[in-house]
């Protein structure tokens, strides 16, 4: 017997209907009329509001705090499904990048794919499946990326984050289709290349959504002396020393990211203008503020501080210290380029903190331009959660005193 049985009926307590019906993608489990039938992690269920609105067919999770993931469909989840998607992706990158190979083809919820994400470099894709429902579907996804595009030669499932372990799965990392390259040299529309190593435990590829940001950032360099702080492979970095900065330095705590940084610098032919510090950039910051040092222009690109609403305050005090001391190192006329990946950090909470510890570091700011996540990375409106890059351009105003 081959039959697909039809996917069980969960309904909605009543009340909860307004955010699912706006479009947001995720049920909490408080918010479905119990009892709830025991399900299988993955398993495909349909979701009616209370008053018998029909959401379409979702993933359930028993354990997970989300326990359905809705994919606004109401038909069969197959090959075709998945292709349909993942052409729908495409066409955005397309139009928003022309023939360039390098972006996020898949970015989860807000490509209606929650739970999936797919990078492409070049021919090669390098995969996540951070819920039970994409994980039991990985064949049928394999398939239909392989259907987009046919000249993918080799596909990685990069499955070693801590999102797999909410959803009970376990971490790995497996060439799932083809092979992969050692090393995969990908290059920009800006004419910039950079190395991207998707084999090996501890390696990732680039910050593809700091993408459009590069070129943004890279203007205000011209002539002057960088510094990037969190430079991983040297995306800013490099972009600067190719607009002309006059030199770069730039630190990372992972030797792994300052090796290939290197390497980019010397891809680039900007090898002799970047200079690679492997450091923690609270104590470089802070050592080099002490030394009396200065620079025009400092970009700070940490990782998340703020991995949850938990962590907010703790985080803020993170931002406030290296964007003092980053405006400590800067004089008149110099750039502040500051940014957050924290979802719970909003663009107008990052500006108050660099508005502030402008006041402790004796000067003022000016905001001149402003970034945000790659649009290879959407923000789909009816889900606040997607997004969660902000980067801001602050110019440093110290005026003269007779
Ligand atoms: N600007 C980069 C992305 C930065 S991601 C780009 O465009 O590609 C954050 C980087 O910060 C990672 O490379 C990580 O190794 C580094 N990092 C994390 N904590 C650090 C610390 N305390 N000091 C220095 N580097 C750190």
Known sequence: MNRVSAPVLLRLRPGEHRRLRDGHLWIYRDQIEPPIPSLAAGALVRVETDYGYDLGVGFYHPQSKIAVRLLLWHGEVDEHFFQQRIARALMLRQSAYGDSDVYRLVFGEADLLPGLVVDRYQDWLAVQFLSAGMDARAAMIVGALRNALPQVRGIIAKNDTVLRDKEGLPRQEEIVWGSIPERITTAFESGVRLHADLLGGQKTGLYLDQRMNYRLVAQWARNRRVLDCFTHQGGFAIHCALAG?????????????????????????????????????????????????????VILDPPAFAKSIHHIRSALRGYAEINRRALQLLGDGGILVSASCSHHISSAMLLDVITSEARRAGCRVRLVARGMQSPCHPIYLPMPETEYLTLLIVEVVRPQTP
């Open 245 to 297: 900065a006059q030199d770069v330095c730039a630190v990372d705590s992972s030797s792994a990211a300052i090796a290939l940084a290197q390497e980019n610098a010397a891809l680039n032919g900007v090898a002799e203008r970047c200079r690679f510090i492997e450091a923690d950039v609270f104590d470089f910051l802070k050592e080099a503020v002490n030394a009396g040092q200065h620079w025009d222009m």
